[in-house]
Structures are given as C-alpha cells and as structure tokens.
C-alpha cells in the first residue's frame, strides 16, 4: 500500500508537485499518467526518500521510506535504469546488491530467471547493454528482496513489444499476487495494458484519478448512421451527450446497448457500434493534460515575450 496526501514539493518557484493525493492499493497495479514535466518523477523520488517534501506525506506500508529498516525488503524501486553503473556486469550489480540488503545468493539467480536475463548477459558490463536490458537489470534489482511493494518510473522505456508483454505479465502477476505496484509512464496506451487504476498529473496537480473502467468510460460509445445529426438527436433526446466527429461518426457517453436502443427506438439503423478507441481516448487525456502540461505553457510564455 501506498498513500500519498497532500504532497507539494517546490524548487524556489516551480511547484513541481502540488497537493497530490492519492493511494496504491495491495493486488493492484496503480498506473500515474501525465506528460513530460508533470511531476512524476518528483512524486516518486519523494516516496521513495530521494528528497524532502516541502509539505505532506508519502508513505509506504504506512511509513515514511525513510523509517522502514531495510526498504529493499518492503519496496523494489526503479527510478533511471539508464543509471545503473556502467562498468560492473549484471551479475555483480545484483551480487552487490544482494549482500547489501543481506539476502541469500541465490537470489540473483532467482531474480535473473525472473527477468530472463541469461548467464552470458548477467557477465556483460552494463554498459554494454540495451536500455531494454538495463530495464530487466533494474526490475530484476527491485524484486531481489522479494517486497510487497513495487515503484517504477517509466518501465517500458526502451523495451521492444515482447518486452513490454514480457513487462506486463510480471506486473500482472506481482499485484495478483497481492503486491503493490505503481509505476509512471507520459504513454497513455502503456498504462491502459497494465494498470488497474489510473492517476492522472498534470502541472504537478492530479487531474483525474479512478478505477481504469471509470476513466475510460470517458472514451464513450461510437456509433454510426447514414444520418449523423438524426442519430446525435436521437442520442440527446435519450438524455446522452453526442458528439459529431467529422467523418460521420457519432461519440456519445452512452453504453453499447444504451446507444443502440436509442438509436432503435428513434428508428435509426445504426451501421456501427463499438467502445470509443484509444485514440480518442489519448485526446481525451491529452485535451486532459494540455492545459497543464509544463512543457506547453513554457512554449507559450517563450512564444509570448
Ligand atoms: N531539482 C529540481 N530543481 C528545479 N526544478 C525541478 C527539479 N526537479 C524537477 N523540477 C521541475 O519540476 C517539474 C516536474 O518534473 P518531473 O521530472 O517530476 O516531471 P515528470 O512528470 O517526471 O516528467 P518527465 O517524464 O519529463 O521526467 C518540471 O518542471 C521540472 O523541471
């Protein structure tokens, strides 16, 4: 379990993180989604000790990272798997590892297996591998002390579709084995894989926050008729929003089979009927993010003066 209330951290006069709250529950993988500069990163470095909040808490197992005796053996962390030591092979960065949190040596090749990094990879100097496998490194590095929780920023960056699969299943099995995981990405359709909840940040503020169903319910119903501005009436008139895309489609907050009776009982034949796609779903939570997004107004107060 993660709890984090009312969390501000300020560098002289950017906010990076506003009054944040939110919670990670055990058995569920919590996805925190926001555009570059958001204040993911901060959020977690705070969590995970790398840092003093200028006011709130955020807690661990319902401690402070920094008051848990041995943190490796409660919480995995994986902030910058580009920052691993470059000059030590994988094998003796987890060894290292492994005797510093006191745990037996077989864990190494028990993490290992895990992440199906191979004995030849593990005698490999890191830096000689892929961002991909410094990524398993890391997770393997995480799970060495075998913690309930799990805090990852950015887990898939650099790895290929089989290693984002490969990702989401490890995720997948560690919350469904009753472990916490919360892990950041700016990549709305990583999350939408993996998370079970979803918080959204923007300009250090969380934006929206819920279970993966309630958010992308906000994707909507799309449905088509030969007479567009006939079905969105007919979807009004039923007490739905409706909105017109420009190729003819109609977007509503209607379920599946509220829109399609709506559209029956108005006798409009409908021609298609699906959940709202990603796509939409991504403008969805970039029109969610853009007004917040740091990187936007920077560009625009630059354009401005
Ligand atoms: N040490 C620091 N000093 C000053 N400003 C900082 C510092 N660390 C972060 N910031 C600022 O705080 C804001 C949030 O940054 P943060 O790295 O947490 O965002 P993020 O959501 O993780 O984005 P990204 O994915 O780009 O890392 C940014 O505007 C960043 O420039």
């Known amino acids: 379990m993660i709890t984090i209330d009312a969390l501000t951290k300020r560098y002289r006069e950017v906010t990076a993180v506003d009054d944040v709250s939110f919670t990670a529950l055990p058995g569920r993988v919590t996805g925190f989604l926001g555009p570059n500069g ?36 409660d919480v995995g962390v994986l902030l910058d798997a580009s920052a691993q030591h470059g000059g030590r092979t ?6 290292l590892a492994q005797r510093t949190l006191g745990l037996p040596a077989r864990r190494v090749d028990a993490v290992l297996d895990l992440v199906s990094l191979t004995a030849a990879e593990a005698h490999r100097r890191v830096r000689d591998y892929s961002l991909g496998m410094r990524q398993r490194l890391g997770v393997a590095t995480a799970l060495l002390g075998e913690p309930q929780v799990l805090v990852l920023d950015e887990p898939a960056n650099g790895l290929d579709p089989a290693g984002i699969r490969w990702m989401r299943d490890l995720l997948r099995a560690f919350a469904d084995d009753g472990g916490t995981v919360l892990l950041s990405s700016h990549l709305l ?6 998370a079970d909840d979803i918080v959204v940040i923007g300009h250090g503020r969380v934006v929206a926050q819920g279970t993966k169903d309630e958010l992308l319910a906000g994707a909507g119903t799309l449905v088509r008729a030969a007479d ?42 409908v021609t298609e009927l699906r959940a709202g796609d990603g796509a939409s779903l991504e403008e969805t939570f970039l029109a969610l993010t853009t007004d917040t997004q740091r990187d936007t107004l920077d560009r625009a107060s630059g354009a401005a003066a």
Do not use: H
């Open 228 to 269: 567009p501005a006939a079905l969105a009436a007919a979807l009004t008139g039923a007490g739905f929003t409706a909105a017109p895309a420009a190729d003819g489609a109609v977007t509503t907050d209607a379920g599946l089979a509220a829109a399609g009776a709506a559209a029956f009982a108005a006798g409009i034949a």
């Open 38 to 73: 958001a204040g993911k990163s901060t959020t977690l470095r705070l969590l995970t000790g790398l840092g003093e909040p200028t006011s709130g808490t955020a807690r661990v197992l319902g401690r402070r990272y920094a008051d848990l005796p041995n943190p490796g053996l």
């Open 189 to 194: 359709t990583e999350i939408q894989m993996v």
């Open 90 to 95: 994988g094998l003796e960065t987890l060894t």
